[in-house]
């Protein structure tokens, strides 16, 4: 499972910087664990600078965000990443305890993106639960696997989720690669389970940021791959929204996000992870969940 990965490379990473202190430089165990600190926040800096060069380098025209705004998206984007992969993705249970269904209603199913697990709904599962949807997550592994091979899992547990509630249907609200993989699901198993597709800044078309990620599901999100030209050619049969970030920084061109044939609705200015904890998105989220056919 991710959570469990994560957290025993994580603390594999930070025993090595605190060898490297002790035996290598030789610093004393205050100065050891900074320095270890600071490694570890340091590497994930590099990570996300990264993705914003690639997303600047490809960006879709766009209108032009000021120095301060600009700067106060990568900063929160930088914290969101911290706060995902340091602290919620390995603590998961801590987080994200089971999800709590009810009986009788048409359930909303979260779906997560490339290298994630369930725990990044955690804030946006309270928020859709605080307006009276019934919500059920699911973690697709291993992550860097086909996003084909993911697709088994995501239909196994629409049907744990229909039969615990009842519901012949549910609403599927995906983030990033999800979207593809609900997609491929509906490409595969049809639409009897599934009645709406909302879709949060996926990489319909791929994403340039996919020529240096790892695994298969990288390369089959590369701009122009074989599995996005022969995914291109399933139409969406159920009402569907493509959320799309104009200023995203993970799907670039941003561009890319948008769907044919479903509703384009523009996000606030936000980074490709803030946006799961970013109340303007939810709350946007929500209100197209109200209406019957988005």
């Not at 997550?137 to 084909?148: D, F, H, K, Q, R």
Request: aromatic share 10%; with cysteine; hydrophobic share 45%.
């Amino acid at each position: 499972m991710v959570p469990v990965s994560l957290f025993i490379w994580i603390a594999l990473e930070t025993a090595a910087y605190l060898y490297f202190g002790r035996h290598v430089l030789h610093l004393d165990w205050l100065s050891a664990i900074v320095g270890a600190i600071n490694c570890l926040l340091g590497l994930r800096f590099w990570i996300n600078a990264t993705t914003w060069f690639f997303g600047m380098k490809f960006a879709s025209p766009a209108p032009a965000l000021g120095f301060a705004k600009r700067f106060r998206i990568m900063a929160g984007e930088y914290f969101a990443f911290l706060l995902t992969f340091l602290l919620v993705i390995p603590f998961e249970r801590l987080w994200m305890p089971g999800d709590r269904l009810l009986p009788g209603t048409k359930p909303i199913l979260l779906v997560h993106g490339y290298g994630c697990s369930r725990g990044v709904w955690w804030l946006l599962r309270r928020r859709l639960e605080a307006a009276g949807h019934s919500v059920a997550t699911v973690s697709l592994a291993p992550p860097y696997t086909s996003m084909g091979k993911l697709v088994p899992l995501l239909n196994q547990r629409i049907e744990e989720v229909c039969a615990d509630t009842g519901s012949q249907q549910v609403t599927l609200v995906a983030h990033s690669m999800g979207g593809l993989i609900c997609r491929s699901y509906l490409a595969r198993h049809g639409i009897e389970r599934v009645d709406r597709l909302f879709t949060l800044a996926s990489p319909h078309a791929g994403s340039m940021l996919s020529k240096i990620g790892l695994g298969q599901n990288s390369r089959e999100m590369t701009p122009g791959s074989l599995w996005l030209r022969d995914m291109a050619t399933e139409p969406i049969k159920i009402p569907a929204v493509s959320l799309r970030n104009p200023y995203d920084n993970y799907v670039m061109p941003q561009d890319n996000q948008r769907l044919p044939g479903t509703r384009d609705v523009e996000l606030p200015a936000v980074g490709h992870i803030a946006m799961l904890y970013d109340k303007r998105v939810a709350g946007q989220l929500i209100e197209l969940l109200k209406l019957k056919k988005p």
